[in-house]
């Protein structure tokens, strides 16, 4: 069993993972201010109990910064209102726009804090195992985790095809355009790569029964006491329950 | 004609990890240089350090005297090519014939200039029949010397090759072997990271040996691979080649490749 | 007792077959080194010596069949292999899963698909580890080990799933020669072990040292089978471009210079 540093990190991945979809859907749902500033600040919390409050906010903030420019930029110059807060050039700042815009804002923060958390505190490995022991067939279960520990080597693979193509000259390091016209000797290679390493894992993989039908028998124990239970249903009949009230108009 | 100097060359990887320690090195134009050591010794992150793809931590890089510090790596590569190990972290163009286009197309040759290293290069490598072939329908060893071929076109007075005889049958080091003669003669510098002993005893003049990113060994075959060097080459995980082996057992003094030992076997009657 | 009988195969897609009528036993506890160039059809033989070809990348056996222990293995379901044949090929990275935390997961990943109790689970990763002396390697993360030790916890992995036959594609082509060295022990005592194998190579040395019998390929045909000491030192290897071991080479360049090998080797 992995080293688990905090009793958040010990909890049922799918707990977990019930916070994070509870959190980002119900950011969503929700919309306007208080919702989502709430599970902000329950995620924050959360996070700080977890031991990993600075992190989470130093990621959520480089993840969402991009989006947010560009969501802030186009909501607030061309979103029409009829309250105009300054110009530039042709564009009007509208209040709404402005308005619009925030509103966007904490939803998006309050979803990269819920899905952070949840990739921060829990083992891919450990909540695909714990879907397995729930009947989620080993196959699926498996290309999720691959999926997501793929990330690395598919970072590591980019990084030394673009070192190829720059030793031949290829300038990364030029204008925007010239990156841009860099990306095909990249990219082409990423993905035909990662098509041939997927083709001999699933090799190698048949060689391990991987395809054999039936039960699996873990190495472990998961944990999962009967209050995560609770906690999981009353989280998914808020999240329902919200949704109902927002579909009916009622928040 | 390029003269690497390395100065007190040190390097730490983001993560912490040191590479490369306080590594002195001059290679001089012209010169065949091979490169051994286990994995991690600091070979890849040594020959990164000849382009400009990766910047000294400590120390400087020269080429013929001048620092290179500010120079662009896109710039450096006019002087330094660089083949990589494995073919398929490269290889993007739908034929042969583009892909080995490409690094002298960056460099802003003109379209005659291109065509006619190309059709070298491909010949050099003996790949001419396949210039309109989609690389991916060559066989491994084929895309490894499309690759290598993809260098040899943009003409640089430096080649380095990263492992190329891994995945190769005997005809293909043959192939190798021919191509890094043939730049030899050219008067280009060859340095080749390689874990095949038998290759870099027959094919180079100059052997550097690595081993906790620092130089452990540097000279030529004969004396790399000479019995004093045994306990160097052990603390880097290498075994000398198994013509130096039976070599030393018979008293011949150090015989580095096969022919060494036949002829001091001859000699001794 | 692995069997190929008369076997001819073709990749899906193309008309001409890469291997032609090919005859391959494999007896229990025999281990047989495969040579030949690049393209001569030492992968593809491994291929479908496992069942992988055409069982899970397609094309067709145009002639012949695969059996092992008797029994013909067409139309078996591929997960009925593992517990008969084990295949390993060159890069341990794309062999690993890439989904387990520790080389003990890791190995325990096969008996796990078997559907196995967690005590024999547990028994079987321990003595595969043991059989390949990696016992101390049991809780590292596997991305992080060094080539050879990522391969030979592929081939402990193998072992876990108890198969009677190893096929090993180039087990060393990607290693240093530290690694080369900890595979190339690993396979002596696996062979002690009783397993039977079938090693494709490039380094003859390594099958001089480890082959009971040797085939050479051409073209996809069986050009010479024998023992491993009688193929490895027939010149006409190299015609099929293929290294001769550095113990021939060396005592036919003696031979031309007029010396004994038995006598100055000696």
Excluded at chain 1, 200 to 215: I, K, W
Excluded at chain 3, 241 to 255: F, K, N, Q, T
Aim: charged share 20%; net charge negative.
């Amino acid at each position: 069993m992995p080293v688990t540093p905090s009793p958040y990190h010990r909890l049922n991945p799918l707990t977990k993972a019930v916070i994070a979809t509870v959190g980002s859907i119900g950011a969503f749902v929700l919309g306007g201010y208080v919702g989502p500033i709430a599970i902000m600040v329950i995620m924050l919390l959360l996070a700080w109990r977890a031991g990993v409050l600075a992190r989470l906010a130093r990621v959520s903030l480089l993840l969402t910064l991009p989006i947010a420019i560009s969501v802030v930029l186009v909501s607030v110059f061309t979103r029409a209102g009829t309250t105009v807060l300054f110009q530039i050039g042709p564009f009007d700042a509208t209040a709404e726009g402005v308005d619009f815009a925030l509103q966007t804002l904490v939803r998006l923060f309050a979803i990269s804090l819920s899905i952070g958390l949840f990739i921060m505190t829990t083992e891919p490995r450990a909540f695909v195992f714990d879907l397995e022991r729930r009947g989620v067939p080993p196959r699926a279960a498996f290309i999720a985790v691959a999926t997501i520990e793929a990330v690395p080597t598919l970072v590591e693979r980019a990084t030394m095809i673009s070192e190829s193509q720059r030793a031949r000259g290829l300038d990364t390091e030029g204008s925007f355009l010239t990156r841009v016209r860099g990306l095909l000797p990249i990219v082409g290679p990423v993905i035909i790569g990662s098509l041939t390493d997927v083709e001999e894992r699933s090799l190698a993989l048949e060689s391990r029964a991987f395809s054999r039908p039936g039960r699996r028998h873990l190495l472990w124990a998961m944990p999962d006491e009967g209050w995560e239970r609770v906690l999981r249903w009353v989280l998914f009949v808020l999240l329902v329950g919200a949704a109902v009230a927002r579909l009916t108009g009622r928040i | 004609m390029t003269r690497l100097d390395l100065e007190g060359v040190g390097f730490v990887y983001p993560d912490g990890t040191r590479a490369l320690d306080g590594v002195d090195l001059t290679i001089g134009a012209g010169e065949s240089v091979a490169i051994v050591g286990q994995n991690g010794s600091g070979k890849s992150t040594l020959v990164r350090h000849f382009n400009g793809l990766l910047r000294p931590t400590d120390g400087r890089i020269l080429h013929d005297g001048e620092d290179v510090a500010d120079v662009r790596t896109a710039a450096l590569a006019a002087r330094v090519g660089i083949v990589f190990q494995n073919p398929d972290r490269q290889i993007f163009a739908g034929k042969v014939r583009t892909e080995v286009a490409f690094g002298p197309k960056t460099l802003g040759r003109s379209a005659t200039d291109i065509e006619a290293a190309t059709r070298d290069a491909l010949a050099a490598v003996g790949l001419s029949d396949a210039a309109d072939a989609n690389p991916y329908d060559l066989g491994y060893s084929r895309r490894k010397l499309l690759t290598i071929a993809s260098v040899l076109a943009m003409g640089t007075p430096v080649v380095v090759l990263d492992e190329p005889t891994t995945g190769q049958d005997a005809r293909g080091v043959a192939r190798v072997q021919q191509v890094l003669a043939g730049l030899v003669a050219d008067g280009r510098t060859v340095i080749a990271i390689s874990h095949d002993m038998r290759f870099v005893a027959g094919s180079f003049s100059r052997i550097v040996v690595m081993g906790g990113g620092r130089i452990l060994l540097d000279g030529p075959p004969a004396e790399v691979f000479a019995e004093p060097a045994w306990p160097v080459l052990a603390s880097s995980y290498l075994e000398p080649p198994y013509a130096a082996r039976v070599g030393a057992r018979l008293a011949l003094g150090s015989t580095p490749t096969e022919t060494a030992l036949v002829e001091a076997l001859a000699a001794r009657g | 007792m692995l069997v190929l009988s008369g076997v001819s195969y073709r990749y899906a897609g193309y008309a001409r077959p890469v291997l032609h009528d090919i005859d391959l036993r494999l007896a229990d506890g025999e281990i047989v080194g495969v040579v030949g160039a690049n393209e001569s059809g030492k992968s593809t033989l491994c291929l479908v010596a496992s069942g992988l070809a055409p069982g899970s990348i397609g094309g067709a056996l145009t002639g012949g069949g695969l059996s092992i222990d008797g029994e013909a293995m067409a139309d078996k379901p591929l997960h009925e292999f593992s517990t008969r044949v084990g295949i390993g090929f060159q890069n341990p990275a794309t062999q690993l899963s890439g989904v387990t935390g520790s080389v003990f997961e890791e190995v325990a990943l096969g008996p796990m698909n078997l559907g196995l109790t967690q005590p024999e689970t547990v028994e079987r990763t321990k003595a595969a580890l043991a059989t390949l002396g990696i016992d101390e390697l049991w809780d590292r993360e596997p991305r992080r080990l060094s080539g050879g030790q990522g391969q030979l916890v592929v081939i402990a992995s193998l072992l876990a799933m108890r198969p009677p036959h190893l096929v090993l594609d180039e087990p060393t082509a990607q290693l240093d020669p530290e690694g080369t060295r900890l595979v190339g022990e690993a396979l002596r005592k696996l062979a002690a072990s009783g397993t039977a194998m079938l090693i494709a190579e490039h380094k003859t040395d390594l099958l001089d040292d480890l082959c009971h019998r040797v085939i050479a390929l051409d073209d996809g045909r069986i050009a010479f089978d024998g023992p491993a000491g009688t193929v490895l030192e027939d010149e006409r290897l190299v015609a099929l471009g293929v290294d001769l071991p550095s113990r021939v080479r060396v005592a036919s360049a003696l031979v031309s210079r007029g010396l004994d090998p038995a006598a100055v080797l000696a």
